[in-house]
């Protein structure tokens, strides 16, 4: 998700303006996921590289993730959509990680679309992480990693987007990107609508996928 910080230099606005227009986008495509019947949307929230920005801005970007939780959790239980999180949120501030645990917890028995957000997530800090548990517990296979990803219980990556121009994974889902379908777009991410999400969809349902295949 990105080009928040663009989206309000064009406007003339402070970054965490653009931000906070980023979070109506999260809605809107969270909403559109499921009614599109999508079984799982990752978003990329904080990653573990996000740390180095500006105190001021992770303070914006954790209280909006505070009012996100506790304005949209209903919404997410109404509507059957599970909640999951991906990276080493745990050392987040206490309140959060509470938030978080409850949100998970109220939402774990859901069967609708799955929503993992990202935060404080690094897909080589995961790798190495799977790759260490993996070791621990016998030979360090593909499958033994894969089973110890943050991303194990989420079905396999199928499209993977990114908004604002940016043509790079920037340290996302590396392992499960091996066979994805890749969609890049010059829309900022506060302009991104359902619109361009059935774009991109409909697009990848044209590829044809062969996983090293002929």
């Known amino acids: 998700m990105d080009g928040n910080g663009r989206w309000a230099k064009k406007r003339m606005m402070p970054r965490a303006f653009g931000h906070k227009r980023g979070v109506e986008t999260v809605r809107e495509i969270t909403r559109a996921a499921r009614d599109l019947g999508l079984e799982a949307l990752t978003l990329y929230a904080f990653s573990s590289e996000n740390w180095k920005r500006p105190a001021d801005e992770i303070a914006d970007l954790m209280g909006l993730l505070r009012t996100f939780i506790r304005n949209d959790l209903e919404e997410f239980v109404a509507n059957n959509v599970r909640l999951q999180i991906i990276g080493d949120y745990q050392v987040l501030a206490p309140d959060i990680v509470e938030m978080i645990e409850g949100a998970m917890a109220r939402t774990a028995h859901n069967t609708g679309t799955t929503v993992a957000i990202a935060l404080n997530y690094g897909s080589q800090q995961e790798i190495a992480r799977a790759a260490a548990k993996a070791?621990?517990?016998?030979?360090?296979?593909?499958?033994?990693?894969?089973?110890?990803?943050?991303?194990?219980?989420?079905?396999?990556?199928?499209?993977?987007?990114?908004?604002?121009?940016?043509?790079?994974?920037?340290?996302?889902?590396?392992?499960?990107?091996?066979?994805?379908?890749?969609?890049?777009?010059?829309?900022?991410?506060?302009?991104?609508t359902a619109s361009h999400l059935r774009d991109a969809l409909s697009q990848f349902s044209a590829r044809e996928r062969r996983f090293g295949g002929r």
Do not use: C
């Open 135 to 192: 070791a621990a517990k016998g030979e360090i296979t593909a499958e033994a990693i894969e089973a110890e990803l943050d991303t194990a219980s989420l079905p396999p990556l199928d499209l993977l987007i990114r908004t604002s121009g940016e043509v790079r994974l920037s340290n996302f889902l590396l392992w499960q990107a091996a066979y994805a379908e890749m969609w890049f777009t010059d829309v900022l991410w506060p302009d991104f």
